[in-house]
């Protein structure tokens, strides 16, 4: 079982940054895909951003220009650099980890980010 843990939320300045971290808690086997998504009150979780252990990434169009997802594969973390945030941006944020081709899906306990305008 992989264990997921974020950090870096928060509260932010409307036009502010953040980074998120999140780090697994084992090396995790190849052939997978890291990202995170968002949950706002009132509606479903989304995706925001996700990449690959071979380096392809994938944005929600709502973070395109905005965020930039990145990974350290030695330390098995996935990062999310957040600029020009909007108060609409405000949510729980959860890392996830899922192996390609497979039904294995883990999901961290989520981190605040509230954009004040």
């Known amino acids: 079982q992989v264990q997921l843990v974020e950090s870096g939320g928060g509260l932010v300045q409307a036009g502010g940054s953040l980074r998120l971290s999140c780090a697994a808690s084992?090396?995790?086997?190849?052939?997978?895909?890291m990202g995170w998504y968002r949950q706002a009150p009132g509606k479903q979780r989304e995706l925001v951003a996700t990449?690959?252990?071979?380096?392809?990434?994938n944005y929600a169009d709502s973070a395109k220009g905005r965020f930039t997802i990145s990974r350290d594969n030695a330390k098995n973390t996935v990062y999310l650099q957040m600029n020009s945030l909007k108060p609409e941006d405000t949510a729980v944020y959860y890392c996830?980890?899922?192996?390609?081709?497979?039904?294995?899906?883990?999901w961290g306990q989520g981190t605040q980010v509230t954009v004040s305008s």
């Open positions: 996830n980890l899922r192996y390609l081709g497979t039904s294995s899906n883990y």
């Open positions: 990449i690959t252990d071979g380096g392809t990434t």
């Open positions: 084992r090396s995790i086997f190849r052939l997978n895909a």
